[in-house]
């Protein structure tokens, strides 16, 4: 499978001014082109606005977005331009579904990936625009609800990244119930839970980096012995054994490969700050 030359970065939702600042500082000089999407967010014009204003407010100086709704069709060759131009594409918060509903399949969305692919460019989002990025997206399940068999749902994503979960908002909403079930359906998959104000950076597909204050937990099904998913009717509690957890905090990634946390070396840090 090829190596993506992109990155992506995925931040749990919160303020997200660390994941702006990140962008800025480290992945785009000021002309760099950056596109926000805004189509997760039932109030395009004030998000998008407000996006806009924040990266020229540290000195980007090419700032658009572009609404992709029931209105406004994906496909637009403007759009296409646009995007085959983009160095940052940013994608906001509000509901996911909406990102797979009018984004999903179109050219627009097929270009994405091929620039992902080839291109160094940097995939981002927030909220429902990081839970979004991956083949699979959970879009509901939840409290305790969330242990029963068949009340965790997901979907289709927009496939930048294979077999993982992105959950956001984790801690704060309680999501590990609905993460470890998703897990434990497709054990392929691993789970990451993104805590606000908190984020991920993933490069070639392999390397989780975390960044921001909060914390972010890695849900792996790899070593389960043992799950009654099978076995139990719709509306039943699950029973799992030995799903395997890790809390990370920046300073510290999470190789998808071989499936290893580690601490992030004092020499690349230092080359970060540089």
Known sequence: MQEPKGTLIALGGG?????????????C?????????????????????AYKE????????????????????????????????AEVIFFTGGNQLRLKEFLGGTQLHRLMQERYLQDEITISGTSAGAAAMSTRMIYEGYGYYSLLKGE????????????????????ERGRFGRLAHAVSKRPEFVGIGLGEETGIIIKQNR??????????????????????????????PIAIENLTMHLL?????????????????????KAKTK
Not at 29 to 49: M, R, W, Y
């Open 15 to 27: 303020d997200d001014d660390v994941l702006i600042e990140l962008i800025k500082s480290e992945l």
């Open 29 to 49: 000089s000021p002309d760099s082109h950056i596109e926000v999407i805004t189509t997760a967010t039932l109030e395009p014009l004030e998000s998008g606005q």
């Open 54 to 85: 924040a990266f020229e407010e540290l000195g980007c100086r090419n700032v658009r977005f572009m609404h992709i709704d029931e209105a406004n069709a994906a496909d637009k060759p403007e759009n296409l331009t646009r995007i085959g131009n």
């Open 152 to 171: 965790v749902k997901t979907t289709d994503g927009l496939s930048f990244i294979s077999n993982v979960f992105l959950d956001t908002h984790f801690t």
């Open 207 to 236: 390397h989780v980096e975390v960044f921001g204050s909060g914390v972010i937990t890695i849900i792996d099904g790899a070593h389960v012995r043992y799950s009654n998913l099978d076995e139990v009717e719709e509306g039943e």
């Open 249 to 269: 905090v920046e300073g510290h990634e999470y190789c998808l490969q071989d499936r290893s946390f580690r601490k992030v070396s004092q020499q690349r840090k």
